[in-house]
């Protein structure tokens, strides 16, 4: 299970939505679960496509990718996974996508604009490959 902040939630539609027909795609941080906890996502942090065909690939220049992932830990959050969109669909994990995934244990979301916007969540296993996971969004109240 991926848990995403309000914020989150809103940032990767967002960026989804904004990039048109261009897949969009950046880095989660938070809270990462292990041993079947879910991880807790509080920040997004969106990165520029790179990819030679950005229309139905994603990309994220390695010096790039580097820099976000070590911003994100001097706030003191973990990496939790990373997002892209999927402009026209589908709303699961591509062939490429499982191809090009390199983070075991952490959640792969996708924003799947064919309609109105879905987004789904896969736990990278390695060689297992993807396991679909619940996303929750949750709403910081005051008590």
């Known amino acids: 299970m991926i848990e995403l902040s309000r914020q989150t939630y809103d940032h990767i539609v967002t960026h989804a939505r904004d990039g048109g027909a261009v897949e969009v795609c950046g880095v989660l941080a938070g809270a990462r679960g292990t041993d079947g906890e879910p991880s807790t996502a509080t920040a997004a942090y969106a990165a520029e496509n790179v990819a030679e065909t950005p229309k139905t690939r994603y990309a994220m220049a390695p010096e790039e990718q580097l820099e976000l992932i070590e911003g994100a830990e ?6 939790v996974g990373f997002y892209h969109s999927h402009p026209t669909g589908p709303a ?10 390199t983070w075991p244990g952490h959640s792969y979301v996708i924003c799947a604009l064919d309609g109105a916007p879905f987004v789904g969540s896969w736990r990278w296993r390695g060689a297992d490959g993807f396991e679909q996971e619940t996303v929750a969004v949750r709403d910081k109240r005051k008590a």
């Open 92 to 101: 699961h994990p591509s062939e490429t996508d499982a191809a090009r995934a």
């Open 74 to 79: 001097a706030a003191g959050l973990d990496v």
